[in-house]
Each structure stands twice: as structure tokens, then as C-alpha cells.
Nanobody, 123 residues
């Protein structure tokens, strides 16, 4: 079970930090990804962190978003800065223990999902 939190409403240029917590276990050995889905659009990969610590980003968020995890590996964060109206979406975290790198950006490759958290950025 994953718990996503931290969404909200901000003005353009603002920041938010999303959290994804694993219930009853750690993320050790797991790849954790953040996805988002805007109304009328498909769910898209935003960022991911492999169990070894390597991080990956959607091109449009590079330099603005940072994914990280705590040392206990029970929470993964997505720090979002310089937010833009086009970042508005429901954000989801997902995890899988058997992720191959080539599948990391595909939502269908993840077994576990948290509930979404709404991020709204106004201009």
C-alpha cells in the first residue's frame, strides 16, 4: 500500500513537495515512480528513482523537480519548484520490485499504486 500526499493549489512559480509512503514496509529493492494525469490526457511518467538511487525525469520537469528518498527508505519525495500551469494534474506514486530500466517510464510496469494527489497551479 502506498500513500501519496502533499498536493495543493499554488500560483505559478511556487513549490510543493509530494510524499509517497510505503505502508508496513520499506522501498528497499523497489523502483518508485511518480506519474501524473491531467484531465483528458494520458497518464505520464514524471520522475523515478531506482533502488540503487539513480534518478530519472520527464524532460519538461528537469531542473525544476527533484526526486529523493529518506535514508530509512520508507518515503519517497518529489520536490516541485518553479511550477507552471501545465504541471496541473493528479499525481500518483507507484512502485515495483522487478523493474527493468527500459520499462521505468511505463505505468503498466508498476504493480503498486497510491491514490492520487491533486496539484493545481494557477497563472
Amino acid at each position: 500500500q502506498l500513500q501519496a500526499s502533499g498536493g495543493g493549489s499554488v500560483q505559478a512559480g511556487g513549490s510543493l513537495r509530494l510524499s509517497c509512503a510505503a505502508s508496513g514496509r520499506t522501498f528497499s529493492g523497489y523502483t518508485v515512480g511518480w506519474f501524473r494525469q491531467a484531465p483528458g490526457k494520458e497518464r505520464e511518467f514524471v520522475s523515478g528513482i531506482r533502488w540503487g538511487g539513480h534518478t530519472y525525469y520527464l524532460d519538461s520537469v528537469k531542473g525544476r523537480f527533484t526526486i529523493s528518498r529518506d535514508n530509512a527508505k520508507v518515503t519517497v519525495y518529489l520536490q516541485m519548484s518553479s511550477l507552471k500551469p501545465e504541471d496541473t494534474a493528479v499525481y500518483y506514486c507507484a512502485a515495483d520490485a522487478n523493474m527493468i530500466l527500459s520499462s521505468m517510464r511505463s505505468s503498466s510496469a508498476y504493480k503498486y499504486w497510491g491514490q492520487g494527489t491533486q496539484v493545481t497551479v494557477s497563472s
